[in-house]
C-alpha cells in the first residue's frame, strides 16, 4: 500500500532548472523523513539530498549544496526536488524514498537529463 510516485523529470540544457515531484500514499507522510537519490547509467544509486518529517531540517551531499532544495508540503503528501543549474554529471533516474520500520521504499524513478 506505501507508494511514492515521482515526476517532473525531462530534458533540458546546461544551466537550466527542473523541479521533481514525489508524491506519497499509504503511510503517515508527514511522519518520516524523506530524501532523493539518483542512479546515472553503470553507476550504483547515491544520496541527494534528505528532509526531516516537519521539513525543519534538510541535507545535502556536496554535488547538490547550493544547486538543489528539497522541501515538502505535508498537507498535500508530497516532497519536491528543485534542481537549478543542472549540469550534463546531473543526467540520472531520481528517486524518492522513505525508510518505515526499517523498510527502504523507493519510487519507480523520473529520468533527468541535461544536455546540449
Known amino acids: 500500500q506505501v507508494q511514492l510516485v515521482e515526476s517532473g523529470g525531462g530534458s533540458v540544457q546546461p544551466g537550466g532548472s527542473l523541479r521533481l515531484s514525489c508524491a506519497a500514499s499509504?503511510?503517515?507522510?508527514?511522519?518520516?523523513?524523506i530524501a532523493w537519490y539518483r542512479q546515472a547509467p553503470g553507476k550504483e544509486r547515491e544520496l541527494v539530498a534528505m528532509?526531516?518529517?516537519?521539513?525543519?531540517?534538510?541535507n545535502y551531499v556536496d554535488f547538490a549544496k547550493g544547486r538543489f532544495t528539497i522541501s515538502r508540503d505535508n498537507a498535500k503528501n508530497t516532497a519536491y526536488l528543485q534542481m537549478n543549474s543542472l549540469k550534463p554529471e546531473d543526467t540520472a533516474v531520481y528517486y524518492c524514498?522513505?525508510?518505515?520500520?526499517?523498510?527502504?521504499?523507493w519510487g519507480r524513478g523520473t529520468q533527468v537529463t541535461v544536455s546540449s
Open positions: 528532509i526531516t518529517s516537519g521539513g525543519g531540517s534538510t
Open positions: 499509504g503511510f503517515s507522510f508527514s511522519g518520516y523523513a
Open positions: 524514498t522513505v525508510v518505515i520500520a526499517l523498510t527502504r521504499v
